[in-house]
């Protein structure tokens, strides 16, 4: 079956400093792998997508993210983080079968002044 | 362009009653996604609508149920209340039948007392 695994809950980081947010995902065949983020009472905006090639995908506000097949990962990245990135992030894979995405439980990240 | 609109933003209800949530998809759109983001249980998919037809359904009661406009829109259907069904009720679209990106709506805040 399909899964996804965020193993950080929460994570708290500087202004300014970098980040990587961690996501495995289990999934037979070659997966789509999404990133989105959510504000407080927002619904999700794609920050990039993994289909195919490039396994270092670049995706909006500066985010990137890589496809390592062999970790089955999909680690969300970004060299300096802004006060504005405090927010909720899921990774997600989705099923060929049902158009169906499987979400992680997603990291809350914390900006610190 | 207009996104993923849904309505109402927010709506309390009593154990027992039911409940009827709606989604426009973005212009061109014909797939709609609903999925339940509870606290604590993370993003769950409920039902996939695509050309007027259920095409998927996740692990969820038949009180769960909805349907599909012609003109692309949907709504879900919420039978019998109960209090575990407070959630945020979020919708997606894509084009049909298409492994491709999902974009959500703002979601509709349900609270049940």
């Known amino acids: 079956a399909q899964s996804v695994t965020q193993p950080d809950i929460h994570i708290t980081v500087s202004e300014g400093a970098s980040l990587e947010l961690r996501c495995n995902y289990s999934y037979g065949a070659t997966p789509y792998l999404f990133w989105y983020v959510q504000s407080p009472g927002q619904g999700l905006q794609l920050l990039l997508k993994y289909f195919s090639g490039d396994t270092l995908v670049q995706g909006i506000k500066g985010f990137e993210a890589e496809f390592k097949r062999s970790q089955s990962s999909f680690n969300l990245r970004k060299p300096s983080v802004h006060w504005s990135d405090a927010a909720e992030y899921f990774c997600a894979v989705l099923a060929e079968s049902g158009n169906q995405f499987y979400f992680g439980t997603g990291t809350s990240l914390t900006v610190i002044p | 362009e207009a996104g993923v609109t849904q309505s109402p933003t927010h709506l309390i209800k009593t154990r027992g009653q039911q409940v009827t949530l709606r989604c426009s998809p973005i212009?061109?759109?014909?797939?709609v996604y609903w999925y339940q983001q509870a606290l604590g249980l993370g993003l769950q998919f409920l039902l996939w609508y695509d050309e007027g037809e259920e095409r998927n359904r996740g692990n969820f009661p038949p009180r769960f149920s909805g349907r599909q406009f012609p003109n692309y829109s949907s709504e879900l259907n919420v039978n019998a209340l109960e209090l575990e069904d407070s959630a945020l009720y979020l919708c997606?679209?894509?084009?049909?039948?298409?492994?491709?990106?999902?974009?959500f709506g703002p979601g509709t805040r349900l609270t049940v007392l």
């Open positions: 997606a679209s894509s084009f049909s039948g298409s492994l491709d990106t999902q974009y």
């Open positions: 212009s061109g759109h014909t797939s």
